[in-house]
């Protein structure tokens, strides 16, 4: 019995033969390069590492103490027709959370409670908001802080923009330069 002759193998199937093992290997061994920040990031948002950047610790607004963080030491992120956000977390002190039923942050001061801007949600302890920055917004400005309490009162204080986000205030200095 004759043997069929050996069709030849071509060069690229001799190289895919050849580096197979090693290609899928990388495939391996690539996302676990990306594995330390991505633990980082989840330790993050969980409240394991922290509030954030820039924490301003004991702001006190009336009877209250907070605490206050960016998410991330970075410029505002777009999110499409609705403008700029930044993230901020912020937590009551330990003994603080009596009392109060509503948080709120906006930059410049608030002219009613109508208007006292974005509200945190989440645990007394780790609450966050997405506060919208208009990029007409002067590097100089206030953010300002509102709590409402349980008994209907207001209280309210304030905190410059820079101390709280630098990396904001570089991006609206950024902004004023383009035309």
Not at 58 to 83: C, F, K, M, T, Y
Not at 112 to 130: E, K, N
Request: charged share 20%; net charge positive.
């Amino acid at each position: 019995m004759t043997q069929a002759p050996a069709l030849p193998v071509h060069p690229l199937r001799r190289l895919w033969l050849k580096w197979r093992l090693h290609l899928n290997i990388l495939l391996i061994l690539v996302p676990l390069g990306f594995m330390p920040k991505y633990f980082a990031e989840v330790r993050l948002l969980r409240g394991e590492s922290g509030l954030g950047a820039h924490l301003i610790e004991n702001i006190a607004v009336g009877p209250w103490q907070l605490s206050l963080a960016e998410l991330r030491d970075e410029a505002p992120r777009a999110d499409g027709p609705a403008g700029y956000f930044k993230v901020f977390n912020a937590a009551l002190c330990a003994t603080c959370a009596e009392g109060v039923k509503a948080i709120y942050l906006r930059i410049g001061k608030p002219r009613s409670l109508r208007a006292a801007g974005t509200i945190f949600f989440g645990t007394p302890y780790r609450m966050g908001t997405s506060l919208p920055i208009p990029p007409r917004t002067r590097a100089d400005a206030q953010i300002w802080i509102t709590i409402e309490g349980w008994d209907g009162r207001m209280h309210q204080a304030s905190v410059p923009l820079a101390q709280a986000s630098p990396a904001t205030v570089a991006w609206l200095e950024k902004q004023g330069d383009t035309p």
